[in-house]
């Protein structure tokens, strides 16, 4: 199939298979062009060989330049939490996350905040939990990738709906009039966690939960955050950084408000 691809066609079979030409690919085209029976057999492979590997050579050098572009990034992104190269978090300065999340939105405007972005974000937040000793690292990337998500599922809101879309909502707690229309209160209430800062989450539950001082039921919060995770699973694409990203963030969400009902609740007999 390679030998007899064009140019364009064989760049195309090499990008999408990228991770086959290891050593072994190359062991057993070697052994082929030892096996030719004609010159002109030997010069094909070898030329396809050559050609194979100038586009290996292309892609890294491109992966390289976008790990380095993803870095760059990340650290224009945590700058403000950095003095003199050491992380410094939690922030002592308030406007520390401000700073953050500004740059973020500046970056996102620019089709910065890709894949490669995230992956590369992924990659040091590992590394920081398997070194182990450096939890400011950790709570940092962490919070870079919360900020991503709350900005990411902000942009949709599914405050509106129809009541046949939320038959598994108890209908008390579901609907209120506002503007003359009708608003999901669970998702409105899931809306302002989102947009709050992680560190006011108890306080946003306390305030919006039945088992506190609100109105919308837990498992009527429950509901809303699992349909908003079948949403990003539709919405984006299988197995990226990106879907782990989001549904990784409202599970957190979840976790979150079932400890604080927990809490709440006080012990169960």
């Not at 050559?50 to 993803?70: A, G, P």
């Not at 520390?96 to 910065?112: F, N, V, W």
């Not at 991503?148 to 579901?174: E, G, N, P």
Request: contains cysteine.
């Amino acid at each position: 199939m390679l030998r007899d691809a064009n140019p364009r066609e064989l760049d195309q079979i090499v990008v999408e298979n990228v991770l086959a030409f290891d050593a072994g690919f190359w062991v057993r085209l070697a052994a082929r062009i030892d096996l030719c029976k004609s010159d002109d057999d030997k010069k094909d492979y070898e030329e396809l060989a050559e050609n194979v590997m100038n586009i290996v050579d292309r892609l890294i050098h491109k992966t390289d330049q976008k790990i380095e572009q993803s870095t760059d990034v990340l650290k224009a992104i945590i700058s403000p939490a950095m003095h003199e190269g050491d992380v410094k978090w939690p922030p002592r300065d308030p406007d520390t996350i401000k700073l953050m999340e500004k740059e973020i939105s500046r970056r996102e405007q620019e089709g910065q905040l890709d894949e490669g972005f995230l992956s590369e974000v992924s990659a040091q937040l590992r590394q920081a939990k398997q070194d182990g000793d450096k939890p400011g690292l950790q709570a940092m990337l962490q919070k870079v990738l919360q900020l991503y998500a709350s900005r990411s599922i902000q942009k949709r809101s599914y405050a509106y709906k129809d009541v046949k879309d939320y038959t598994s909502i108890s209908f008390l707690s579901t609907f209120s009039l506002f503007s003359g229309g009708q608003v999901v209160v669970p998702e409105k209430f899931l809306e302002s966690i989102v947009q709050a800062p992680e560190n006011e989450w108890n306080k946003v539950l306390l305030d919006g939960l039945t088992v506190g001082k609100g109105d919308v039921a837990p498992d009527d919060l429950y509901t809303v955050i699992n349909k908003r995770i079948e949403r990003v699973v539709i919405r984006t694409e299988g197995g990226s950084y990106q879907q782990r990203v989001l549904v990784e963030y409202l599970k957190e969400i979840q976790t979150r408000a079932e400890e604080v009902v927990k809490v709440l609740q006080g012990p169960t007999i």
